[in-house]
């Protein structure tokens, strides 16, 4: 079976600061597809970030960048400068045939 | 700009009145998805399509159906909504099944009085 674990149901962060989201999951897939994904109190489901599986580089995207150790099946999430926009609840997702999402992170900004 | 639009974004409807929600996508994607997500929890995929071939979640209740008449349009059909059934419905779509990023629409809010 898949899974997607997200261990830290809430975090806080100071804006300016840097925080790491962790997630893991478990798959006996070789070829996979990691995702994280932000969904803010407007609740529309937006795509912050995505990581193939066969690349060892890890992906980036402006502030946001992860950390995925394949071994270790880990797919962590870092969020540099943070902004008060960043605040949302913020979905790791594994995709092999279907979306398999996390149970989420609440992420909340402080001024 | 390519979207992915879901009406209405809310929707009242009494116990056991059948329901209808809208999803149109301009991204011409041959995949779409129809997830319930309630307060606090992971998105749950119910059914989705790859053109016009029909998935159903092997957990998904037989009250939920789907229609996709052409690739633009895709409706989620509740045939007699329960108290439990109040959740958003999100729409999403993909260019292939198997490896594409999924694009999320808003969601409808469905209340059930």
């Known amino acids: 079976a898949q899974t997607v674990t997200q261990s830290q149901p809430e975090m806080s962060v100071q804006e300016a600061e840097t925080v790491t989201l962790s997630c893991t999951y478990d798959?006996?897939?070789?070829?996979?597809?990691l995702f994280w994904y932000k969904q803010p109190p407007s609740r529309q489901m937006i795509l912050v970030i995505r990581?193939?599986?066969?690349?060892?580089q890890n992906a980036t995207e402006n502030r946001f960048s992860v950390n995925f150790q394949k071994a270790a099946k880990s797919f962590s999430l870092k969020i540099s400068d943070s902004q008060l926009g960043d605040a949302a609840m913020y979905f790791c997702?594994?995709?092999?045939?279907?979306?398999?999402f996390g149970q989420g992170t609440e992420l909340s900004v402080k001024p | 700009d390519a979207m992915v639009i879901q009406n209405p974004r809310y929707q009242v409807t009494q116990f056991g009145k059948p329901v209808t929600l809208s999803c149109s996508q301009t991204?011409?994607?041959?995949?779409m998805y129809w997830y319930q997500q309630k307060s606090s929890q992971a998105p749950k995929l119910l059914f989705h399509?790859?053109?016009?071939?029909?998935?159903n979640e092997a957990d998904t209740p037989d009250n939920f159906q789907s229609r996709r008449p052409n690739t633009s349009f895709c409706f989620l059909d509740i045939r007699s909504p329960g108290l439990g059934d109040a959740a958003m419905y999100l729409c999403?779509?993909?260019?292939?099944?198997?490896?594409?990023?999924?694009?999320f629409g808003p969601g409808t809010r469905l209340t059930v009085l």
């Open positions: 999403a779509t993909s260019r292939a099944g198997d490896t594409d990023t999924q694009y």
């Open positions: 798959t006996s897939e070789s070829d996979y597809y």
């Open positions: 990581q193939e599986a066969y690349k060892q």
């Open positions: 997702a594994l995709h092999r045939g279907k979306l398999i």
């Open positions: 991204l011409n994607h041959n995949v």
């Open positions: 399509y790859y053109d016009k071939d029909f998935n």
